[in-house]
């Protein structure tokens, strides 16, 4: 997959090119070998169903398989909280659980169990792979990336994001790019408080949108048909005035032409779509098979 689209909050990027070039150059190779148009279903979303998407999931198994596979790792930090506001100002800062938990109880409140977890982290790098719903992303920049940056677990965090492009082609509702730097730019420099990098990625070539199906195209063929019909008619019609019609005929061969034109056109999208869905289903037929 291509990773053309880099944003760097509080100079995340050039920390990283000065003191982790050979991890951030890992995590790009990763990504670039990714080819995620091997990875398609059949949606099951309620707008989408039916259609050709790729399939976030499977992608995110392979950023794991790839990331393990160099050294990174899941980490997952197990923490107490209390609903009273002093007791937290208190604790926030304490990374000891145990700890945390003598001073909430010796106040007499109840110690409440949680936790906050990153997908990949390495040499205090933490990575997440983001293809979830749009709020995910906030949440993964104002609370997973500065909780672990605020406890001296990470210098700096990388967020993974699907590309406008890319998100069309998913389920509904998945956080995209182009939308979230403009999110954290227009909340100033200082927020979040982590040093940051996203990246928005997308595939090499990308499949036809889900808005570009069968039933859409035949419609379309349809309307261009019945303008070709149209524009034919009103040349019958125009046909007993010579004058008339001779004023008439650059401006229907014109339309025709172009009519003709959009036809063969959309007659060509159809047939890519077709052969398109024929080459998905046995993609998406071999990973069933190999589930199996």
Same mark, same amino acid.
Not at 33 to 49: E, G, M, P, Q, V
């Given at each position: 997959?291509?990773?053309?689209?880099?944003?760097?909050?509080?100079?995340?990027?050039?920390?990283?090119?000065?003191?982790?070039?050979?991890?951030?150059?890992?995590?790009?190779?990763?990504?670039k070998?990714?080819?995620?148009?091997?990875?398609?279903?059949?949606?099951?979303?309620?707008?989408?169903?039916g259609?050709?998407?790729?399939?976030?999931?499977?992608?995110?198994?392979?950023?794991?398989?790839?990331?393990?596979?160099?050294?990174?790792?899941?980490?997952? =930090?197990?923490?107490?909280?209390? $609903?009273?506001?002093?007791? !937290?100002?208190? /604790? @926030?800062? %304490?990374?000891?659980?145990?700890?945390?938990?003598?001073?909430i109880?010796?106040?007499?409140?109840?110690?409440l169990?949680?936790?906050?977890?990153?997908?990949?982290?390495?040499?205090?790098?933490?990575?997440?792979?983001?293809?979830?719903?749009?709020?995910s992303?906030?949440?993964?920049?104002?609370?997973?990336?500065?909780?672990?940056?605020?406890?001296?677990?990470?210098?700096?965090?990388i967020?993974?994001?699907?590309?406008?492009?890319?998100?069309?082609?998913?389920?509904?509702?998945?956080?995209?790019?182009?939308?979230?730097? =403009?999110?954290?730019?227009r909340? $100033?420099?200082?927020?979040? !408080?982590?040093? /940051? @990098?996203m %990246?928005?990625?997308?595939?090499?070539?990308?499949?036809?949108?889900?808005?570009?199906?069968?039933?859409?195209?035949?419609?379309?063929?349809?309307?261009?048909?019945?303008?070709?019909?149209?524009?034919?008619?009103?040349?019958?019609?125009?046909?007993?005035?010579?004058?008339?019609?001779?004023?008439?005929?650059?401006?229907?061969?014109?339309?025709?032409?172009?009519?003709?034109?959009?036809?063969?056109?959309?007659?060509?999208?159809?047939?890519?779509?077709?052969?398109?869905?024929?080459?998905?289903?046995?993609?998406?037929?071999?990973?069933?098979e190999?589930?199996?």
């Open positions: 997959m291509k990773h053309d689209y880099i944003y760097s909050h509080l100079n995340g990027l050039e920390f990283l090119i000065v003191h982790k070039e050979a991890q951030w150059q890992e995590l790009l190779s990763a990504i070998s990714i080819d995620a148009n091997r990875f398609l279903k059949y949606s099951n979303d309620k707008t989408k169903k259609e050709v998407l790729y399939s976030q999931s499977d992608i995110n198994d392979e950023f794991e398989r790839l990331l393990y596979a160099c050294g990174w790792r899941e980490k997952k =930090t197990p923490y107490v909280v209390s $609903g009273d506001v002093a007791t !937290s100002k208190e /604790i @926030v800062k %304490i990374k000891d659980i145990n700890r945390q938990k003598e001073i109880e010796s106040k007499g409140l109840d110690p169990p949680t936790y906050n977890q990153v997908d990949f982290v390495k040499d205090r790098i933490a990575v997440e792979v983001q293809f979830g719903k749009y709020f992303v906030a949440y993964d920049l104002h609370v997973k990336h500065t909780f672990f940056f605020s406890l001296d677990d990470i210098d700096v965090g967020e993974i994001i699907p590309t406008h492009a890319f998100m069309k082609r998913m389920d509904t509702g998945v956080a995209w790019y182009e939308n979230e730097i =403009t999110n954290v730019i909340e $100033g420099r200082s927020n979040p !408080s982590v040093p /940051i @990098v %990246i928005g990625i997308e595939p090499e070539s990308l499949i036809p949108e889900p808005n570009a199906g069968l039933k859409k195209l035949l419609e379309r063929k349809k309307e261009v048909a019945e303008k070709m019909r149209a524009i034919a008619d009103e040349a019958v019609k125009q046909s007993g005035s010579v004058p008339s019609i001779k004023g008439r005929i650059p401006n229907l061969i014109q339309e025709a032409e172009k009519a003709e034109a959009e036809y063969r056109e959309t007659q060509k999208k159809y047939e890519d779509l077709e052969a398109f869905k024929k080459k998905a289903a046995e993609i998406i037929g071999n990973a069933a190999k589930a199996e």
